[in-house]
């Protein structure tokens, strides 16, 4: 099983290792492949839903070409300049909390999460239609096992760490750059002389449709494509939420990235969509209108009798699907990261925060798969209906980004900068942008599906509230028994002086995380039950490198440093109380694999040691309790006496309401 692992997921790396963060950050064409994928391979399903939406006005594409890309512009401009004012990472998650609040912040990331589950569906749904476009209409049967088996390879890819994902994906990234660059240019240039007629006649049915529908229906259809098109922006945010893995200097390399993924998707949606309007493709049953568009650019190619546009074709939507598979990279990078950042506030379980021996946040990865998995099964894999759902949560992340950052500039900003104005009319134009994209889906689309993202996030709100709640009721608990125990006097005997603890004599090893109240209930409890017997105390404790502290090397020597100084602290006590005490500790992000190693090896030291360890006892224990808390006291308690260590387990009674 080990080699199994081994072969699957690669060897483990060291958290302490302090070029582990060199190895481990992306360069800004790296992470523009890894994170900026995401946003590139949008132009796979943006623009298609945006032209499909003007069936009978295609004219508008002229217009909506050039709106969407400038578009792409303001927003990737505007998190930019976000980047800078959070140099530490500028996910909607972080920014809404500190710039609008923590309630606003929960709304944020919660609307993330579900899109980062979207983005890994709705990426591996159009990349298999983009696959299946050149194949038999009688083979549709098999997209969904498809869409599994895809989503199944790329959990295991990411659970093997992000650098070695992203490298894999690197020539599939680049042949989409070359195919869809050579289909734009060419498709445009081709057809250049047409231009002028084609200017002339958008204005000439503009004015026809004016006269016939009114210019408030024509503003109203031409905003409905504007914001059906809305997935064609939905990756932009990725760079600013995926700062952590970039290489320092960070914020520069975060706007490097931004920029190429501004220019990159810019040029393919817009020349994608104005493509269509000057080749007058028309949507195909069982096709994309990016292959519809391939077949009337390349189709007819031949040279000495071979179909090399045919060929030409079926690479272009080759390596289109596989982008579309690279970019699904976003919501495994940048959905269990969010998970971890609300996992440090509290707002879900602890365990979303906890880093695997890859250093990746594992149970982020999972929980992302797997949901995608479900919607995808759901949906039955309908790249139309996912997009709308999409579109909605990013774009309620992106509004309370840019009012955030607008009331920032309005407020305290106009005080740091003088070039308050310039930045608050960036972010509120791009706030604009946002809300009326959000809007008009909405109410589009409500009845056809909305309805469900709504719910669905709405849902995960409430359930964060829950979560939060009860975490602060776990934290007022503990806050008693810290208050309490922390001001328990020393005994009257006399102080014990710092000394080594005798190999030969009975020796407490008791588990401990921080100095407080819980690790000083346990050792009051070891000297009740077991009266005089126990002269010595050996306190342990394993600093866990989790997704909080993994952000670069100066995290990791402060965890060792506050990991060190909480044990001498517990030493001080027991030294107080007439005991002699020493420590050790371990530094990893396995607390069961770190625990087991360090115990063995004081168990050869001091043979006649037995290892405590304190775990919170609920009156009412709920099956919810086993998911918010990871009963780490019992894994750690099977482990040790599976190795043939004595181990017991302290309860430390919680009164829940």
């Keep these: 099983m080990p080699s199994l692992k081994r072969l699957l997921f690669g060897r483990p790396k060291d958290p302490s290792d302090p070029e582990v963060f060199h190895k481990l950050s992306l360069a800004a064409f790296l992470a523009w492949v890894g994170m900026g994928a995401d946003g590139l391979s949008s132009s796979c399903y943006g623009p298609d839903e945006a032209y499909r939406a003007l069936q009978g006005h295609e004219y508008l594409a002229f217009y909506l070409a050039l709106l969407m890309a400038l578009t792409v512009a303001v927003i990737a401009y505007a998190y930019s300049l976000l980047i800078e004012h959070f140099p530490s990472g500028g996910g909607g998650y972080l920014v809404s909390t500190k710039l609008l609040g923590a309630k606003a912040g929960v709304v944020s990331g919660s609307a993330l999460v579900v899109d980062y589950m979207l983005t890994i569906t709705v990426s591996v749904a159009s990349g298999v239609d983009a696959l299946f476009s050149f194949l038999p209409l009688s083979w549709d049967i098999y997209k969904v096992p498809a869409d599994l088996t895809i989503l199944l390879v790329l959990i295991l890819l990411n659970l093997r760490g992000v650098k070695e994902s992203v490298k894999v994906l690197l020539p599939i990234f680049l042949l989409f750059l070359a195919t869809h660059v050579g289909l734009i240019l060419y498709g445009l240039t081709s057809h250049l002389w047409a231009l002028p007629a084609v200017v002339r006649q958008a204005h000439t049915e503009m004015a026809r449709d004016s006269a016939s529908l009114g210019w408030l229906v024509l503003l109203m259809l031409f905003l409905r494509a504007y914001s059906l098109g809305g997935g064609t922006y939905t990756g932009i945010e990725a760079v600013s939420n995926g700062v952590t893995i970039l290489k320092e200097p960070r914020v520069p390399t975060a706007k490097r990235t931004m920029l190429y993924m501004a220019v990159s998707l810019a040029f393919t949606a817009g020349g994608i969509l104005f493509s269509y309007l000057l080749w007058q493709a028309k949507p195909a049953a069982g096709k994309t209108m990016n292959a519809v568009l391939l077949e009337k650019v390349f189709g007819a190619w031949q040279w000495s009798g071979h179909p090399v546009g045919t060929w030409l074709v079926v690479l272009t939507l080759l390596s289109e699907g596989a982008l579309l598979f690279v970019g699904a990279q976003a919501g495994f990078i940048d959905g269990p990261r969010v998970l971890a950042n609300m996992a440090v506030d509290s707002w879900v379980p602890h365990r979303f925060a906890q880093l695997s021996d890859r250093l990746v946040i594992k149970n982020g990865i999972l929980i992302m798969g797997a949901s995608a998995a479900i919607l995808m099964l759901y949906t039955r894999g309908s790249v139309r209906f996912l997009v709308v759902l999409y579109a909605i949560n990013v774009f309620v992340t992106f509004s309370l980004s840019q009012l955030g950052m607008s009331r920032f500039w309005l407020g305290e900003g106009r005080h740091k900068s003088g070039r308050w104005v310039w930045h608050l009319v960036v972010h509120g134009v791009a706030l604009l942008f946002c809300v009326a994209i959000l809007t008009i889906t909405i109410f589009e689309k409500f009845h056809e599906g909305a309805w469900l993202t709504v719910v669905i996030t709405t849902s995960l709100i409430s359930l964060c509230l829950l979560v939060q709640r009860h975490y602060a009721e776990i934290r007022r ?29 009975p020796v407490a090893a008791l588990l401990v995380s921080g100095y407080g109240g819980l690790g000083i209930h346990s050792v009051l409890s070891i000297q009740r039950l077991f009266p005089g017997y126990y002269k010595n105390i050996l306190f342990i404790s394993v600093g866990v490198v989790d997704s909080g502290h993994f952000k670069g090397a100066d995290e990791v020597v402060t965890l060792h440093r506050e990991t060190e100084e909480s044990l001498r602290r517990y030493v001080a006590f027991a030294n107080g109380l007439g005991l002699t005490a020493g420590y050790r500790f371990a530094i990893g992000t396995d607390v069961l694999e770190e625990t087991e190693r360090l115990c063995q090896e004081i168990q050869r030291e001091y043979p006649r040691a037995v290892f405590f360890l304190g775990k919170l006892i609920f009156a009412k224990e709920k099956l919810y309790y086993r998911i ?30």
């Design 477 to 505: 608990e503990i806050g008693k028994l810290d208050s309490i125990l922390a001001e328990v006097p020393a005994s009257s005997s006399t102080p014990k002086a710092a000394s080594e603890l005798d190999p030969a004599q």
């Design 628 to 657: 918010l808390h990871n009963d780490t006291a019992y894994a750690v308690q099977r482990r040790l006496q599976f190795g043939g260590l004595q181990t017991v387990v302290l309860p430390i009674r919680m009164i829940m309401n």
